[in-house]
Nanobody, 119 residues
């Protein structure tokens, strides 16, 4: 079973930056970052597919957040710049070890790390 450990969350003022890290204990097809704000559904923020190093970013964070990683170490990072209060939420790292056709099932999740952006 893949174990995931996130770090790097915290309290930051609007316009500031944070860098999240996630280390997985095993191999995966893809790893990604999701977030959930109070009273809202969990949403994908960014993901990386190890084959081809393909990345995805949600429209809401394009130009501000960058995902990167090290396949051999099963480690991903999320560089967050120009943070806004609406970025506040619990950020979860996830790993996909199951592929349904061309779709990835994120079947392993970390505990989450809180990101709070003050106005």
């Amino acid at each position: 079973q893949v174990k995931l450990v996130e770090s790097g969350g915290g309290l930051v003022q609007a316009g500031g930056s944070l860098r999240l890290s996630c280390a997985a204990s095993g191999h995966s097809f893809s790893m990604g970052w999701f977030r959930q704000a109070p009273g809202k559904e969990r949403e994908i923020v960014a993901a990386i597919v190890w084959a081809g190093e393909t990345t995805y970013s949600a429209d809401s964070v394009k130009g501000r957040f960058t995902i990167s990683g090290d396949k051999d170490r099963s480690t991903v990072y999320l560089e967050m710049n120009s943070l806004k209060p609406e970025d506040t939420g619990v950020y979860y790292c996830a790993a996909s070890t199951v592929l349904h056709g061309s779709k990835y099932e994120y079947d392993y999740w970390g505990q989450g790390t809180q990101v709070t952006v003050s106005s």
